[in-house]
């Protein structure tokens, strides 16, 4: 199982996308920021997409500058979190006495919260399955309310809808991976893998250097300049899933055709 979400070892308790919970988060209360500290955060390509829009940053200053990266002992595959430093405590590097300084584009974790999200595959089926939880931690009085909500609606209100179908994106991919490459990727590429969908600016330079010389069109190559930076991370997961579909076998047989 996939997930995205916070590892506080708090209290899971699943819950449908139609069950409603009791939950209103508001500046005031005393547990205000707490969540925001101790975290062992995973970003997604789209969070720091986002963020480092918002921080007027290329994604390779803030993958220098705010975030910490391993390499999965058995994926090969990119484990990106953001870096909490050594302060006691450890506060989320954008929390602020008046809350997120990125609020408008939080990552989906933050988005979502209390509600934990996960997404299973079937091995054999293919057929994907989404499970949600409550994150009851002790020190979150947001729970202390009458307001109430459906799940779906959390994620509504949450505007967490494009970044969930993003990041799930990121999910194909990574069963993809583990169909044609079920072990550890190569280094050639996990480098591609997190260039292509972590390191978008990156992305762009190597593309005008000729990296997708025999994949893009005529056409999107005139339009990568007017390409944002979503449409870019779609090119990304596109042109990943291609590559990931090069075995070894396949490209010693496009090799021979040559
Ligand atoms: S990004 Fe914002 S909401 Fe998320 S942990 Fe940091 S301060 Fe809190
Ligand atoms: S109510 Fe919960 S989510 Fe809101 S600030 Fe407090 S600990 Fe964080």
Not at 88 to 112: K, M, N, Q, V
Not at 169 to 193: C, E, M, T, V, Y
Not at 220 to 227: F, K, N, P, R, S
Request: glycine content about 6%; hydrophobic content about 35%; overall charge positive.
């Amino acid at each position: 199982m996939e997930n995205f979400e916070r590892n506080m070892n708090p209290a899971m308790e699943p819950i449908g996308p139609d069950e409603p919970f009791r939950f209103f988060c508001r500046k005031g209360l005393s547990c205000f920021g707490t969540c925001c500290r101790d975290l062992n955060h995973f970003l997604t390509p789209y969070d720091i997409c986002k963020i480092k829009n918002a921080l007027n940053l290329t994604s390779t200053q803030f993958l220098e500058r705010y975030t910490v990266h391993h390499t999965g002992p058995r994926s090969g595959l990119p484990v990106i979190t953001l870096g909490t430093g050594d302060c006691p405590g450890r506060p989320c590097p954008f929390l602020t006495p008046s809350g997120c300084r990125i609020y408008e584009d939080r990552p989906t974790a933050c988005r979502l919260y209390p509600v934990a999200r996960a997404v299973s595959r079937n091995r054999k089926t293919h057929r994907t399955t989404v499970h949600f939880a409550l994150i009851r931690e002790p020190f979150c009085r947001g729970f202390e309310t009458t307001r109430e909500q459906t799940v779906a609606a959390w994620i509504e209100d949450q505007n967490a809808r494009e970044p969930i179908r993003m990041n799930d994106r990121l999910l194909d991919l990574i069963a993809l991976k583990n169909r044609f490459w079920p072990g550890s990727l190569p280094p050639s590429h996990q480098r591609f893998f997190k260039t292509a969908l972590y390191d978008l600016d990156r992305f762009r330079l190597e593309i005008k250097k000729g990296l997708l010389q025999d994949f893009l069109t005529e056409k999107e190559t005139e339009a990568l300049d007017l390409m944002d930076d979503l449409a870019l991370l779609e090119l990304g997961h596109r042109w990943v899933a291609h590559m990931l579909r090069k075995t070894p076998e396949r490209m010693q047989s496009d090799e021979s055709r040559r």
